[in-house]
């Protein structure tokens, strides 16, 4: 397996919201209109997965690594069709990671991609290799949910995946 460390300095950039923070208690009627817009729903975070699904949408793919701020917690129970595994220790993205959301593209949906070790750097995938008017979802630590449309942060992300030695088809 194939592991790129992210260092300190890019782990800090992260930590700022990349797209639209929602507080608690969250208004769906803002995100719904986003969402019909949209061509795929992908939440990363057992909380967003759950907190997505609790509005009556449905994600096409949620990641999650059965985690919550650190803790053990019990796994979404939202339906999929398809279920894939990846190894992906903190602070790292792994290429088994990388693999696993390429797959979830063509896979049938809904798609679980299920994480062993942490899955929050994989938004940076999502966002880096999603297509165009992809509306990524994940949770803000304290703060509430973020919504990102891929389109608006792609940029940025394939330079920090660049940085890392990540390599996205089609970059």
Same mark, same amino acid.
């Given at each position: 397996?194939?592991?790129?460390?992210?260092?300190?300095?890019?782990?800090?950039?992260?930590?700022?919201?990349?797209?639209? #923070?929602?507080?608690?208690?969250?208004?769906?009627? *803002?995100?719904?209109? &986003?969402?019909?817009?949209?061509? =795929?729903? !992908?939440?990363?975070?057992?909380?967003?997965?759950?907190?997505?699904?609790?509005?009556?949408?449905?994600?096409?793919?949620?990641?999650?690594?059965?985690?919550?701020?650190?803790?053990?917690?019990?796994?979404?129970?939202?339906?999929?069709?398809?279920?894939?595994?990846?190894?992906?220790?903190?602070?790292?993205?792994?290429?088994?990671?990388?693999?696993?959301?390429?797959?979830? #593209?063509?896979?049938?949906?809904?798609?679980?991609? *299920?994480?062993?070790? &942490?899955?929050?750097?994989?938004? =940076?995938? !999502?966002?880096?290799?999603?297509?165009?008017?992809?509306?990524?979802?994940?949770?803000?630590?304290?703060?509430?949910?973020?919504?990102?449309?891929?389109?608006?942060?792609?940029?940025?992300?394939?330079?920090?995946?660049?940085?890392?030695?990540?390599?996205?088809?089609?970059?």
């Amino acid at each position: 397996m194939v592991s790129y460390n992210v260092p300190y300095s890019i782990l800090e950039c992260l930590k700022e919201p990349w797209g639209q #923070l929602f507080k608690s208690p969250i208004n769906f009627n *803002l995100i719904n209109d &986003e969402i019909k817009k949209s061509n =795929l729903i !992908v939440t990363v975070g057992d909380a967003s997965a759950e907190t997505i699904n609790s509005s009556g949408i449905s994600p096409d793919i949620f990641i999650v690594d059965s985690l919550e701020k650190r803790e053990k917690r019990n796994i979404p129970q939202l339906f999929y069709n398809t279920e894939l595994n990846a190894v992906n220790p903190p602070s790292t993205i792994t290429d088994q990671s990388l693999h696993a959301i390429n797959s979830a #593209l063509t896979a049938k949906k809904p798609v679980r991609i *299920l994480v062993e070790g &942490e899955e929050d750097l994989l938004s =940076l995938l !999502v966002i880096g290799s999603y297509p165009e008017n992809t509306l990524l979802f994940y949770g803000q630590p304290n703060e509430g949910l973020v919504m990102v449309n891929v389109s608006h942060k792609k940029k940025e992300a394939l330079s920090i995946l660049k940085t890392l030695g990540i390599t996205i088809s089609g970059d």
